[in-house]
């Protein structure tokens, strides 16, 4: 197959960029012919390594408004171009995330009618991050003009979403939000690991009331990384010597990042907290295998590829159980669970994981067990191919029978 993949940008590091191109690679390992298209790429401040060998299409232009309903307009015009650029010969096309499945109509419209399998990482509609916010922060309002202006924009993105063949989700919760807001009966597909990148160190028992613990992600206030700090201050007030370091990269929100710092200084354990900003890979890789435990709190978040790059270098993980990866995962056995926003419950998870080695070194050990077993990017790839000839054999089906009448 002749397989398109739209992704907004390849000139930032992120879960959907390592998701798109970890896929084009997969494809290309299974004998397809493989274009990743964008509207916006850098190689070197994507992932560079991995695009070695790529095919990478790109507009080289992305006009972003900060009025949402002017950035309508843009998106339109961007998609429009992009679809054109696009080989005409493409017999699927397999876009990721926000705008790109407006990329695929207007392929469909301008170029060729080939089948399209949107792959959606998180919810793109404005009341869903308006809903969202709110939960992330109850004081943050909207007016109602402007929620209404939401909901005819999220009306006109429904239009372009339900022209898709199908709908791929990461986890049970988006696939609830895809029947919802869009009436699809979604299809479940994990994401991937390449498990050669995050070498396996057996966790043992740790020094008495020790532990470095880690936390990561692109900043954004869905991260939670406040509820790390909150949980290292409840337990070094309960004699725990516990250090947190959290990286990332600050630009997406630079005001979370102060906020953040500002809450370290407040509680008095500001050396005890590190922010590095954004990691290379072999620096990431070496912060698993340092670290004692891995914090990910994140509320509302869809899977979680930190959570099982942790988990794959033995790194016992504590996950909300608001992410989509805990859907995977079995309290006490690969993970400990915690119910979201809780730094409480975060605290007593780690203070176990610290004072009772059996569950410990019993998490080190399934975890690494579970992700082997189910994490894998050519799983991903397996999936998402059957999941293209049932929808292109579905479409040939309907061509014939409307030939026939």
Partial sequence: ?????????????????RHVVCLAREFAKKGHTVTLYTFLYDKEKCYAELLEGCRVVSLGRYSAHANFLFDILAQNRAAKRLALKMDAHTDIV???DHVCYKVAVYFKKYVKDAPSVWT?????????????ARELDPLFRKSLAVRLAYALADWYERRFIRLQDAIAVLDRRDKALARRFFGRDALIVRNGLDIAKFPYRARVSLLPKQAKLLMGGV?????????????????RDRGY???LMITGNYAADEGYYRRLAALADARGIRTQVVFTGELPESRLAEAYQACDIFLFPNHLQSWGLAVFEASASGVPVIVSRSAGASEVLTDGATALLVHPKSPEEIARAAARLIDDPIVY????????????????WSRLADQMDGIFRAVSARRSVKSAETIVL
Wanted: avoid cysteine; hydrophobic fraction near 40%; proline fraction near 3%.
């Fill in 1 to 17: 197959m002749n397989i398109a993949i739209i992704v907004r940008k390849l000139n930032v590091r992120g879960g959907v960029q």
């Fill in 361 to 376: 070194e019993k998490l080190s050990r399934e975890g690494r067990a579970l992700v082997e077993r189910e994490i894998s």
């Fill in 94 to 96: 397999n876009p990721h």
């Fill in 120 to 132: 959606m990482h998180d919810m793109p509609t404005r009341l869903f991050s308006y809903a969202r």
């Fill in 241 to 243: 010597d516990a250090t």
């Fill in 219 to 235: 900043f954004f206030a869905h991260r939670r990384f406040e509820d790390g700090i909150e949980a290292l201050k409840l337990l």
